[in-house]
């Protein structure tokens, strides 16, 4: 091992403002991570992205053209010294808040990023345990990539069937398209197809259904922070004695009712707990679940729907900063309500997708879990690249390639 100071494997840059700069493929990245995408980069090499204001233990990589803000800094590599993304990895185990020169928002300087002692193996080493770990963040990121195609049929299929009411009719046609007939209906304001009844959506979702737990029982926990503003998929379940909060099974969907959790979208389908098992979670939630049986793809999709999203953020009261949605408001929404059939069909067709989801995301749950004990190992020599190879089996070149 050689020591070396930070200074001397990168030469840190400043990020600059985003907002003169026109929608492309380009991403911009901040402290808290991507931000938008813009039509111009401000570096295309490898770089390590560190936080200079916020959220401090956010370190970020790219290798491709990307934008920085005025947030977070990017680097120039030394790659005659070091491998980009084993530094990378090696600066993500350091514990920096120590180095925050901030009285309010935590900060960090030049200097402070430059002062940090880094040691480091020969070149060839670095690169082959950068390599098991990049396997590992490419098999997890093909797995990312699935399931957001996933997401984005089945969505296109909940907005054809029930939204341009588009459903395949007797004959397989689409009903609105093919001539199948309109009414127009006076709650909604709206035509929707003949045979379908409108109502508030306690004729088909409960909202908040009664469960029980023991008090001080280990059970399984979700946080706010595990619910996506994007996608259905939740972050790996805690284990936490349960002392109150919102009680859920699997195939219920949970709704941040809280600003500014429910303007950004904070929902999730609940699928990682054990079979009839019962989780428990935020007092900020609002659960819903099918009333006679579990519509947990009609309910996650409509959740997500500009006009249930509307509907809640319009209804929220309370002081500035702690404005909330009550759950009997929400029983309120009025909504077209497709006949039973219909959302069957719809249900049967969308379940493997939600099921290949989760299957994906407990995977990468595994394969996160495993990197992070490798990653402090391989760094400091306890564990060799070669002793660990076949037991890496699952994220070989091949399943990287094929996902």
């Given amino acids: 091992m050689t020591e070396y100071f930070l200074n001397d494997l990168l030469k840190i840059k400043n990020g600059r403002d985003h907002k003169h700069l026109e929608e492309g493929e380009i991403p911009v990245y901040g402290s808290g991570g991507l931000i938008r995408y813009v039509n111009k980069f401000l570096y295309d090499k490898e770089s390590i992205l ?138 909604l304001k709206r035509e929707i197809p003949e045979g379908w009844e409108s109502g508030i959506a306690t004729k088909i979702i409960e909202f908040n259904p009664t469960e029980s737990l023991p008090r001080n029982e280990v059970g399984s926990y979700i946080d706010m922070n595990a619910l996506p503003t994007n996608g259905y998929m939740t972050s790996k379940v805690q284990k936490k004695q349960f002392g109150g909060g919102m009680k859920f099974r699997n195939h219920d969907v949970l709704v941040a009712r809280i600003t500014p959790c429910l303007e950004n979208g904070k929902t999730c389908l609940v699928s990682l707990l054990d079979n009839d098992e019962v989780g428990f979670g935020s007092t900020e939630f609002i659960v819903m679940r099918g009333k006679k049986k579990p519509l947990p793809a009609f309910i996650s999709f409509l959740s997500r729907s500009e006009y249930f999203r509307k509907y809640a953020i319009m209804n929220m009261v309370g002081t500035s900063g702690r404005k909330r949605v009550d759950a009997k408001q929400l029983e309120l929404i009025s909504i077209p309500i497709p006949p039973e059939n219909l959302l069957d069909r719809f249900e049967e067709m969308i379940q493997p997708y939600f099921e290949k989801m989760t299957l994906n995301t407990k995977e990468n749950q595994e394969l996160a879990s495993l990197r992070d004990w490798l990653l402090p190992m391989l760094m400091n020599g306890q564990v060799r690249v070669g002793e660990i190879k076949e037991q890496l089996g699952m994220v070989a070149e091949e399943n990287i390639k094929y996902g």
């Fill in 50 to 187: 560190l936080p200079r204001k916020g959220t401090l233990n956010n370190i970020q990589y790219a290798n491709k053209p990307f934008w920085t803000v005025d947030t977070i800094y990017y680097s120039e590599i030394n790659d005659e010294i070091v491998d980009g993304y084993y530094l990378y990895n090696y600066l993500k185990l350091l514990d920096l808040s120590n180095l925050n020169s901030g009285t309010g928002v935590p900060s960090m300087t030049f200097g402070a990023y430059y002062g940090i002692k880094i040691n480091l193996p020969e070149l060839s080493i670095q690169k082959q345990i950068a390599k098991v770990l990049s396997d590992i963040d490419a098999k997890i990121e093909v797995n990312n990539k699935i399931n957001t195609e996933l997401e984005s049929l089945a969505k296109l299929i909940y907005d054809y069937w029930f939204v341009q009411f588009d459903f395949p009719d007797a004959n397989g046609k689409p009903y609105k398209s093919s001539g199948g007939k309109m009414i127009y209906n006076e709650e």
